[in-house]
């Protein structure tokens, strides 16, 4: 196994100089468009002992069809030089926003650091020190990201089980070696953050409609950046142990919209309602005992709704029949609201005029 692994996240990223790079999440970063030239400055890696031997340096990357991703690295046992004939620290100078990026990237070629052009996975066995200097830059336009940087001290998992006379660093049975070690790493890796995809908090967002079909919930994959999502899941469960009650309809409603609703059974309603409403009564609601009405004050836009359809259809009662009204807003009127002849009330809505619009004073109302 490797020895210490060092995660490049958020909190390394924001120590050091991030320019024309957006932080997403933990540890994406994205190439802001606008830009031409992309600049991410670490500072120094402290790995405590001197002389320490690194192995790998890899990381995730997508980058558009014209960019280009250079990678310098260099690990030394100073932290320091000597500039103007006055001593400065490396990481302060790296990280120091007012210092031009050109006269940075010298800084790299001069102390001999190690060059990369568009790589993602690369060998550190001739790099040798105590701190570990690393600039990322990318040029070009497009949609360029980088994520999960990871630093590791050893490199590779195999080389101890092998006699003395094969250990010998950077030779080409260490490198041959290294291509397995790779792959070994990565499936542990991956391994090792089970726990975290199959954690309802922590899973990847795209994961959700898996984990619901696996609870019996049917979502489909376009539900699956829905805020609500997250909340649903974790509630299925309790859900599918009151599936077919009034209760789990109103819970997934609330689930979805954020707030609670109405819900009206006809079969109950109408034993509160006059002979002479009873037909009015079944126009709104329903004359069938099965008939249930669930009342949503709030606007829906028609995605949410076919979604929320296929969730209640799933948890409704046998035989029941549901209908969904979404109230709009009204205004009300106290009992000392008087309006003159030909008034009427109305709805502000908001309205736009083009550039070629023109008011036509007494005669054109907009409403």
């Not at 995660?7 to 468009?33: H, M, Q, W, Y």
């Not at 890796?189 to 908090?201: A, F, K, P």
């Amino acid at each position: 196994m490797a020895a210490v692994t060092y995660s490049i996240k958020k909190n390394r990223i924001k120590k050091g100089l991030c320019r024309g790079f957006s932080l997403e999440n933990e540890d994406v970063l994205t190439a802001v468009p606008t830009e031409q030239e992309h600049y991410l400055f670490l500072h120094g890696i402290d790995a405590v002992k001197e002389d320490m031997t690194w192995g790998r340096l890899h990381f995730e990357m997508q980058l558009s069809e014209n960019a280009v991703l250079l990678v310098y690295v260099r690990a030394l046992n100073q932290d320091s030089f000597y500039r103007n004939g006055k001593e400065t620290a490396i990481s302060a100078f790296l990280t120091d926003p007012e210092e031009p990026d050109n006269l940075k990237v010298k800084f790299f070629q001069e102390i001999g650091a190690k060059r990369c052009v568009n790589m993602s996975d690369i060998l550190l066995y001739e790099q040798s020190g105590r701190y570990l200097y690393l600039m990322i830059k990318v040029i070009g336009e497009g949609v360029n990201t980088i994520s999960h940087i990871r630093l590791e001290q050893q490199g590779d998992n195999f080389m101890d089980t092998f006699p003395e006379i094969y250990r010998e660093r950077d030779s080409f049975f260490h490198r041959y070696l290294s291509v397995f070690s790779s792959i070994y790493q990565d499936f542990q890796e991956n391994i090792d953050q089970v726990d975290r995809l199959l954690d309802l908090d922590t899973c990847p967002q795209e994961m959700l409609p898996m984990y619901g079909r696996w609870m019996g919930i049917e979502l489909g994959d376009e539900c699956k950046d829905e805020p609500w999502l997250r909340t649903l899941i974790k509630e299925a469960y309790r859900l599918n142990c009151m599936r077919g009650s009034k209760w789990a309809i109103e819970r997934i409603a609330e689930i979805v919209l954020g707030e609670p609703v109405v819900i009206l059974e006809s079969n109950i309603m109408k034993a509160y309602v006059e002979e002479t409403g009873q037909e009015q009564f079944k126009t709104l609601y329903g004359d069938s005992p099965y008939d249930v009405t669930i009342l949503i004050n709030r606007h829906v836009t028609e995605a949410l709704k076919s979604r929320l359809m296929l969730l209640i259809n799933q948890y409704r009662p046998i035989r029941s029949r549901i209908h969904i009204v979404y109230l709009k807003e009204a205004g009300n009127m106290d009992y000392h609201t008087y309006m003159d002849m030909n008034a009427r009330m109305i709805c502000d809505n908001a309205g736009q005029l083009d550039t070629d619009a023109q008011y036509m004073d007494g005669i054109v109302t907009l409403q």
